[in-house]
């Protein structure tokens, strides 16, 4: 008999809590069902918690952010030791708190909403105040062209000295810094300068000459450039920014984050996500081994059980949670696969060999997303190429307009590709798969190359995330083994964008040198929240307008 | 419970600590909240309790230890605030006797089986008849009430209750057996 049936006078009581219709009778009832029963408790805990976890929302509507405060508070007041000299006192306080937002009828308490508003002013007012201040000192430059720039915002040009503000050039401006740079401006560009050593470039193209060792900071609507004391030259013309460094400056990208990173370095039993909140569950057919990078990575045994369950990623439809995109994709893996390749073909059934490396499902499965080793037939979801058969890499996803597409790579060894034999010579390979909305790209990367790719119109969406699990290793939806990976996997990534093919060829290069993608310190559990990339010395370096990271480099003199 | 055991990690910075709790309750939240909707049975005092019981646990949690489990460690904290917070309401009436309480309270600390449920209810969700998958997408997704939905459905508020009651049947009884089915 089944625990529904068993419990059934139990279940109507739960079914009114869950209508909220229980009245004090019913709960009287339950009282008397429960006590002394471990069965019936586990029955009634058991029927409540499925109720709670059907929901895509629960509790009141609340969420945890981590605000962190850096506040600087100037306080004027007569000073009881010196009354010539009135005292400044500026103390800097470092908060660090969890904030409710919560719309339930307490509220949010109002007193954070004054102290928030408080120390924005304040802020503010330190600003102000700092800009108030860098006016009265001898500007930021010296102008060399007259009548080239304007003024468009806060700013002042007098004796040939800039200040701080924002202008645009009308001609070409030649201008020095303070520090002794020169700084050159194209006709139309638009800049904020912030001091002598911080510009804003709005648009336009700038380039620093007779560098003087000093750190310049660029600030781009995509990337922060440091010039580290060498010169440049920005270029944001073209829809792809263009930047020259002769020598040691290094970009900070607005955008380079994975939305999910497992580098399967975490101690704890579950499969610690350093980038989100994705945190996998292990199944019994993994086990850990030596990392291809880093300490640890995992063995996957080709069973039904080896798989790692990171999740739905917070989605309950289509196009929600933390595996849902909008710009493109990105997965991300190192493997060493012991894929055999096989067919198995049985009387009324051909059963191609495919192990996953990551696949996020949908319980209709038409809007699943996968990487994995596949052993291929003709298939009206093969796109383009619908005849390839034999072994090879797979990239599945859901396209606007064209449905679920799976675009293949083979393993023949032909044209520059990998053969099967080649990705199974026992040592670690970088798989990456990417789709970039922008572009309609969709590609396969193997070692840093791309491999395959596929056209598709500009601008064609995605669509991914929903309430199906995401598995590494397996197919979520699958109990048996038919899709089990079979081999080693290390350091999967999962982005919410497509890397630039620079950056895949950087990453593997990193791996190949047993660092991580990012190539930074791991030790405290998470990815941090900036990183520098170095730019290629003397060369024309081209960067993604939509992430600030760097997509291809050329010879400068191309 | 879920064997949530994951580590504070460094949490020497204040923005490490954050990070840690955050982390931490974000993957626990909905288990806490069904630990308090079991005892008190009523939405409204739940996410008030919720409410209260999340600001106490970022308070208190530099008391949890590393390398241990944090449901459970959050679980003491919670039960404490509903014996508070019936203490406080002394006139509830819905509300299970003390003794029940804490025989319900032992056994939930017992419980291990959450994760694998919630992952049994996944697949279960995709075997529903597509007339109860558009009424789960309704009733739990969309958030819509009986009322709304009968109206949508052109059926009568109590066929739409019996039907979720259905619904909610259908996928514990398959939940329970694709739990024996992994022990098998």
Known sequence: MNRSDKFEKIRNIADAICAKEVNPEQINNLDNLLRGDPDAQQFYYDYIEMHIHMKAEVGPSMEVVRRRLQVDEVIFRPSTHNTENPQIATPTTTLNQITHHSASRRGVPIKWLIISILLTAAIAAVFALGFLHNEKQAGVAELFTEDALRIEGQGKIESNRIYPGIYSAIKPVTMMLTSGEELTLAKNTFIKLYNSAEIEIIRGHLSVKQATGKNLIFNTPSFTLHSGGEEISIDLTKQQAKVISSGTAHIQPKRWRPNHYWPFESDSDRVADYAGNAFGILSTGVTKVNGLVGNNAFLFNNSANARINVGSGGGTVPATGSFSVIDGVTIEALIVPHFKGQESVTVDNYVPEQDQIFRKDQTDKHHRMLLSLKNARPNSHIWPNNKIKGNTIAFGMYLIGHGYHTLLLPLDGKQGRPSLKQLKDGKAHHVVASYDVSTGLKAIFVDGKMQASYQYPKGTKMISGGSGMANIGNSPNRKDDREAYAGIIDEVAFYDFALPPYMIKQHYEAAMKGKNYFNVNLADGSLPLNINIPIPENEVVYIDSQTGLINRTEPIAQ | ?184
């Open chain 2, 1 to 184: 419970m879920t064997t949530n055991a994951i580590t504070k990690k460094n949490t020497t910075t204040p923005a490490a600590l954050s990070d840690a709790f955050i982390a931490l309750f974000e993957a626990d939240r909905k288990r806490i909240y069904t630990y308090i909707y079991a005892f008190v049975m009523d939405t409204d005092e739940a996410d008030e309790i919720f409410q209260e019981t999340s600001v106490v646990l970022w308070r208190d949690f530099e008391k949890f230890e590393e390398n241990t489990n944090f449901s459970k460690w959050a679980n003491g904290i919670v039960f404490n605030r509903i014996l508070s917070y019936r203490r406080k309401i002394k006139k509830h009436a819905l509300c299970l006797s003390d003794d029940v309480t804490l025989e319900l309270a032992a056994k939930v600390s017992q419980t291990d089986s959450t994760d694998s449920r919630i992952e049994a209810l996944q697949i279960c969700k995709g075997e529903l008849t597509p007339t109860l998958q558009q009424l789960y997408t309704e009733f739990y997704i969309n958030n819509a009430t009986a009322t709304e939905v009968a109206k949508m459905t052109e059926r009568s508020v109590f066929a739409i209750r019996k039907s979720v009651q259905k619904l909610r049947k259908k996928l514990f009884d398959c939940i329970d057996r694709k739990q024996r089915e992994m022990q098998l």
